[in-house]
């Protein structure tokens, strides 16, 4: 039976400015598919634009993240507009001008940990799984495994996961700075929600800002990454002065 395009991710944009996009395969452990994809992107597309959200949460329904791409639809071709489809529609989650949020517990393998990796903070349970599979189905990175992970956690650490195929609890990926908080099952979706709370109390104006500096600068030399910020960062943001203000009263 497939999957209908319209339930296979989903949208849920709360009132204070938080959008949950949520891969609804829970049958199937959640593993990625084209249609996901293609719904993925679509979404993309109207966040990018979206003044009323301020930071996004991408999720997993039931007890998975992801179990990761979906074996089945290797094996049989996908069907995409072009080779790259995928890992294009991963770069543009991770250029959203919103802070993104990855929630995981359960499983993240392999293309869902790719997928995690594209987002600015990932949120671990404690009964996560993180995992690189690629090399144990003879397979290589093209959704940003190689530049991603380094990223995150040191080469040496990225090289040993991607070799060995090992599994990561949600603990361990925190100690090795995989995941940026972990929190006990009971307390996870709290957790998750504190953290974007904490978030869309700022300035959206300045963590945009602030997002799209850290991008433009990676790699820089600090020389050159100091002088970008200092002539193209973008400036204040236009609730400044009744934020200054509202903290002053607030002290008074």
């Known amino acids: 039976m497939r999957d209908s395009p319209a339930q296979i991710l989903l949208r849920e944009d709360t009132s204070d400015g938080l959008c949950i996009l949520t891969i609804n395969r829970p049958e199937k452990l959640n593993s ?10 679509a979404e993309i597309g109207k966040i990018e634009k979206a003044d009323h959200v301020g930071c996004v949460v991408i999720r997993g329904a039931g007890k998975n993240f992801s179990a990761g791409h979906d074996l089945q639809d290797i094996g049989e071709g996908e069907s995409v507009g072009h ?22 517990r359960g499983h993240c393998y392999t293309g869902a940990l790719e997928l995690a990796l594209a987002a600015d903070l990932i949120i671990a349970c404690e009964t996560a799984k993180f995992a690189d599979t690629h090399a144990r189905w003879g397979l290589t990175p093209v959704w940003g495994m190689s530049q991603r992970l380094p990223r995150r956690v040191g080469v040496a650490k990225a090289r040993e996961l991607m070799f060995t195929c090992r599994t990561v609890s949600g603990r361990e990926a ?3 700075d995989l995941a940026n908080r972990c929190f006990e099952e009971n307390a996870f979706e709290a ?45 204040t943001a236009p609730d400044m002065a009744a934020r200054i203000e509202q903290f002053s009263k607030r002290k008074a």
Do not use: C, M, Y
Not at 194 to 216: D, P
Not at 220 to 234: C, I, P, V
């Open 174 to 176: 925190l100690s090795i």
């Open 191 to 235: 957790g998750v929600d504190e953290v974007a709370q904490a978030i869309l109390r700022n300035s959206w104006f300045s963590n945009a800002a602030n997002k799209r500096l850290t991008i433009e600068t990676d790699g820089l030399r600090l020389a050159d990454g100091l002088s970008h910020e200092l002539h193209r960062n973008a400036g």
């Open 32 to 41: 990625l598919n084209t249609a996901i994809f293609e719904r993925l992107e």
């Open 83 to 104: 080779l790259r489809f995928q890992g294009l529609v991963v770069e543009r989650l991770a250029n959203l001008p919103q802070p993104v949020i990855a929630a995981v």
